[in-house]
């Protein structure tokens, strides 16, 4: 079955020190975004990704990275510089062709915790 | 710019009564709408979606909604809550102006009490 996953499910941090988040879709989208949550928030966008090697930041990218080297992954940094990051992580990917009505297909999150 | 609201963070139904979780949006332009729910540390899953066409979408669960462009709405309901429905549920919307991007509004936690 086609999908989007995410790994780790859950994983702890150290202050200091980066960690990436695994993204692999295999729904032949391409586009693809990641998405942070924190409580009574809602889901504030990162950066996304239309196509192969080529990405925009979000509303809050900052002290966040991302590479696109392939259609099918989407990885996210979070890098020291990034002040509050324990919150869950959010991938997602959409069809570009068809137009604007394709909707949002989600992976199952990674947790961060940051002790 | 585009926002969306729900109005009631936390919406408490009894079991097998009616589901109404509101979302009103704001947008220069034609929206496509959509609700997705999210069970407890999962992803969130397309309930249904509004494009163009019919104003009332039915989507899965047996919940529908109904694009009001006069009232800039897209209120989710249910005829009967059932247990499973408890979950937190985001409308959201995409502009026809706005390049790939979505814009969530802040979620509604619905709870069913027996």
């Known amino acids: 079955d086609g999908g989007i996953t995410q790994s780790p499910k859950y994983l702890f941090r150290k202050e200091g020190q980066n960690v990436t988040l695994s993204c692999e879709q295999n729904?032949?989208?391409?586009?693809m975004y990641w998405y942070r949550q924190d409580p009574g928030q809602g889901l504030r966008l990162i950066y996304y990704?239309?196509?192969?090697?080529?990405?925009q930041k979000g509303d809050i990218a900052e002290g966040y990275s991302v590479s696109r080297e392939k259609k099918e992954s989407f990885p996210l940094t979070v890098t020291s510089a990034q002040k509050n990051p324990t919150a869950f992580y959010l991938c997602?990917?959409?069809?570009?062709?068809?137009?604007?009505?394709?909707?949002?297909?989600f992976g199952e999150g990674s947790r961060l915790t940051v002790l | 710019a585009q926002s969306v609201t729900q109005l009631g963070s936390h919406v408490s139904v009894s079991e097998g009564a009616l589901v109404l979780l509101r979302c009103n949006y704001s947008?220069?332009?034609?929206?496509?709408l959509f609700w997705y729910v999210q069970y407890p540390n999962q992803g969130l899953q397309l309930l249904l979606k509004?494009?163009?066409?019919?104003?009332l979408v039915k989507g899965i669960n047996g919940f529908e909604a109904e694009f009001k462009k006069s009232e800039t709405s897209f209120h989710l309901t249910k005829p009967s809550a059932h247990m499973s429905d408890a979950a937190e549920y985001f409308c959201?919307?995409?502009?026809?102006?706005?390049?790939?991007?979505?814009?969530f509004g802040p979620g509604t936690r619905l709870s069913v009490l027996p």
């Open positions: 997602a990917s959409s069809k570009l062709a068809g137009g604007l009505n394709g909707e949002l297909f």
């Open positions: 729904l032949n989208h391409d586009a």
């Open positions: 990704s239309q196509i192969v090697n080529d990405f």
């Open positions: 947008s220069s332009v034609p929206p496509y």
């Open positions: 509004y494009t163009t066409g019919a104003t």
């Open positions: 959201a919307v995409r502009a026809t102006n706005y390049g790939q991007n979505f814009v």
